[in-house]
């Protein structure tokens, strides 16, 4: 589940899990590192992604939350 | 036992919630002189609603909309800052303050004209008087959160409040939870006055997706905690008989419906209202959304759904106006879906739907300062019953609450608050929660909660006098199951469990409620009591909890002018 972090540039400031809305991200402190503790209850708004101070995390969108678009039927329309 | 702080906090004024209201409440108590704490339960940096920000802010200036007040003050009345269900007194009492809130936040920093003068657009009808200031409030709450810190407020985040202390009548203080550590701690506060700014109470009712409790139009963080509070304190209440609907994209539930420049539009691309025909502009929209926001679900019930947003004769310039607008509104996560599953709007429409009650815009019941029924209680916002205005009724309600407890905590003693024995009681529930070793996760009542409200105290449905009495009955039922076997591993799950109960207690002041108004109004539908009672017009119902748990209502007029 959502956001994805890229290990290779976190560097467990643990600011994104300080200021979730949701607080579904968390530090482990022990073991320094972000974990992605709560990702059923993200809520997709991306203050973890804006904030960032490295670019380390970007979102994943679950099929769960998928998007319904339909083109216009134009032969309806007619 | 659950671990609780030596040192009880103190102050003049609490703050319960740091968004929009809360924070402009800190401001302007602490600038008038207040010792002021906030207690938000997450940070204020990205908190509730308007974490990632906001972009229409309903606002009357005179050099633009002429001297006349009241031609705004009726507009608002016909789109989704009015309605039936707002004293008109306090919406002309708002209208009056939104220009000095919008020159506040351009003192803090806060982008009010991101084209270099004021643009008003969209929640209106074509052709009439715009009065939603377009704005970029991707920085509002880092803004706000500093001229709070500026002001002298003290912020105390990852503190939730779950109960406001009542003593002879008035404000004593609070009981909270610090969950800034895997270990709750309980935290007694000591103040004259509080203000609730804790938000809509969303999560009452499933939504779209029921299986992902968090996929919700607002933050998900706001449960409607204030509502029941501000009810088990003794407050009076409004409103919160009749439900409220919304309306946005499906199944990726998010708000904004105002910043989409399209059409609602049935399969073969045709207006379902006359309200725009022909290409959508950036000033209007389609206020489709706003003023019949159940059209998703009448046209799928009917037989002529489903209904899209239809954007598909949008230029290029319109949707990068739209992204950006968007990103200002702080649904960014919506283009970024776009993006990343190459949906094109101006080919695809994108299908919208009904969001179920959300226990927005009903709740406390306040007066022209932002105080409730209690003495020393104030409240703003979403979580407010009988004034709307959304994020700048918030704005405007938080900055009047914050100059009246300013002056009234200097007219009252602080109170002791221990031996109150609500504090004895919290500590004796917090605990055992938190020791019990295997008991119920919070999520197994929260799905049941839902279940409950949607089948017996239904927004989208009929109600009866017999859904709402076995409502009540199972409402009961699950708070005792809940007393008896919900644990938490830690302060996140353990703030969870206690947000359920919570919503427990409001699902059961919507049922009795709901079982008290016998007839059929707005979204307030009885199988049994299908007529419009006409002696209730303009009537709105207040309930509150006596000290011994009671209920009461009663129906008061609607104010008029």
């Known amino acids: 589940m959502p956001p994805i972090i890229d290990r290779n540039k976190c560097v467990a400031c643990g600011f994104c899990a300080e200021i979730c809305p949701v607080d579904c991200l968390y530090l482990d ?17 991306g203050a973890c992604k804006q904030d960032c101070p490295k670019g380390a995390i970007t979102m994943r969108y679950p099929l769960s939350h998928m998007m319904l678009s339909f083109p216009p039927d134009k032969e309806v329309a007619k | 036992m659950i671990k609780v702080r030596d040192k009880i906090e103190c102050c003049d004024f609490l703050v319960v919630g740091g968004g929009m209201g809360g924070l402009e409440a ?54 989704l800052d009015g309605g039936p269900w707002v004293d008109i007194d306090l919406t002309r009492v708002l209208l009056q303050h939104t220009k000095e809130v919008v020159d506040r936040w351009e003192s803090y920093g806060i982008n009010m004209r991101p084209t270099g003068k004021y643009v008003f657009e969209g929640h209106s009808l074509p052709g009439q008087q715009l009065y939603h200031l377009k704005f970029d409030g991707k920085k509002q709450k880092g803004c706000l959160t500093q001229a709070a810190k500026d002001a002298g407020a003290r912020l ?30 309980m935290v007694l506060f000591q103040c004259k006055a509080a203000i609730l700014c804790a938000g809509m109470g969303l999560r009452l009712y499933p939504q779209q997706n029921p299986t992902y409790m968090f996929n919700l139009p607002g933050c ?45 539009s049935t399969i073969d691309g045709k207006p379902v209202t006359p309200y725009v025909t022909g290409k959508p502009s950036r000033a209007t929209g389609d206020v489709t959304a706003d003023v019949w926001p159940s059209v998703y679900l009448d046209k799928m019930l009917d037989g002529t759904g489903p209904v899209f947003m239809n954007c598909t004769e949008l230029d290029d310039d319109d949707v990068e106006y739209m992204r950006w607008a968007f990103d200002c509104e702080g649904i960014g996560s919506i283009f970024e879906y776009f993006d990343q599953r190459g949906i094109d709007i101006q080919k695809e429409m994108i299908e919208f739907g009904v969001f179920n009650c959300t226990m927005n815009n009903v709740g406390v019941e306040i007066n022209e300062k932002a105080e409730s029924s209690l003495p020393g209680l104030y409240a703003a916002g979403n979580q407010v019953g009988n004034v709307r205005g959304n994020l700048a009724g918030a704005a405007v309600f938080g900055m009047l609450a914050g100059r009246s407890a300013a002056e009234y905590v200097k007219t009252v003693a602080h109170q002791s608050i221990e031996d109150i024995p609500l504090v004895e009681e919290k500590k004796a529930l917090f605990s055992a929660i ?39 009955k199972y409402l009961a039922d699950l708070k005792k199951l809940c007393y008896t076997e919900l644990m938490a591993e830690n302060s996140h799950e353990f703030m969870r469990c206690l947000e359920v109960l919570d919503q427990i207690d409001l699902g059961e002041a919507v049922a009795v409620t709901g079982r008290h108004r016998k007839e059929s109004r707005g979204r307030h539908q009885r199988a049994d009591y299908k007529f419009t009672d006409l002696t209730l017009n303009n009537k709105f119902m207040v309930v509150h909890k006596d000290g011994a748990g009671e209920y009461h209502m009663e129906y008061r007029p609607r104010h008029m002018r």
């Open chain 1, 29 to 45: 402190k022990a073991a320094k590192k972000l974990i992605v503790r709560y990702g059923d209850e993200c809520w997709h708004c």
């Open chain 2, 434 to 472: 938190w020791d019990r070793v295997d008991g119920a996760h919070w999520k197994e009542p929260a799905s049941t909660l839902q279940q409950i409200m949607n089948d017996y105290a239904p927004a989208l449905k009929p109600r009866t006098e017999n859904l709402f009495r076995v409502c009540i």
């Open chain 2, 156 to 185: 105390m985040n990852h503190v939730l409040i779950n109960e406001i202390l009542v003593k002879d009548g008035r404000v004593a203080g609070a009981i909270g939870v610090d969950i800034s550590e895997e270990e709750p701690e």
């Open chain 2, 26 to 79: 800190a401001i302007a108590a602490a600038s008038g002189g207040a010792d002021v704490i906030v207690a938000e339960k997450h940070n204020t940096l990205r908190s509730g609603c308007g974490a990632n920000g906001n972009d229409h802010f309903l606002c009357y200036i005179p050099e633009i909309h002429g001297e006349d007040m009241e031609l705004v003050l009726r507009e608002v009345g016909n789109t």
């Open chain 2, 220 to 264: 998900p963080a706001d449960v409607g905690s204030g509502h029941s509070m501000a009810l088990r304190a003794g407050a009076k209440l409004v409103n919160i008989d009749i439900p409220n609907v919304h309306a946005g994209p499906k199944y990726f539930m998010r708000g904004g419906k105002g910043t989409w420049i399209g059409i609602s």
